[in-house]
């Protein structure tokens, strides 16, 4: 089993920034990949951001150029910078993490862009 714990959530002001941490633990061989996914209020889950064991990376049209996925030198933790921050950024974050075919979840954490 492997556990995923996101940080970094919080309020900001439109066109400020927060970074969030996802930590993966548990049993873990190689992701084939991690990402953030969302779940703005009243809508459906989307893909934010994702980074390949590779470390190529694919970003939701919404965020390119805002938003920056990395991982950690050991390879169990996965961030994401997020940079000039609208309303609409408003959502759930969750970190996800693949490993042989298995997606894994951690339990989400707020951001919310308010003034």
């Known amino acids: 089993q492997v556990q995923l714990v996101e940080s970094g959530g919080g309020v900001a002001q439109p066109g400020g920034s927060l970074r969030l941490s996802c930590t993966a633990s548990?049993?873990?061989?190689?992701?084939?990949?991690m990402g953030w996914y969302r779940q703005p209020p009243g809508k459906q889950r989307e893909l934010v951001a994702a980074?390949?064991?590779?470390?190529?990376?694919d970003y939701a049209d919404s965020v390119k150029g805002r938003f920056t996925i990395s991982t950690g030198s050991m390879k169990n933790m996965v961030y994401l910078q997020t940079n000039s921050l609208k309303p609409e950024d408003t959502a759930v974050y969750y970190c996800?993490?693949?490993?042989?075919?298995?997606?894994?979840w951690g339990k989400g954490t707020l951001v919310t862009v308010s003034s």
């Open positions: 996800n993490a693949n490993q042989f075919g298995v997606d894994y």
């Open positions: 548990g049993t873990i061989f190689s992701f084939n990949s």
């Open positions: 980074i390949t064991r590779d470390g190529n990376t």
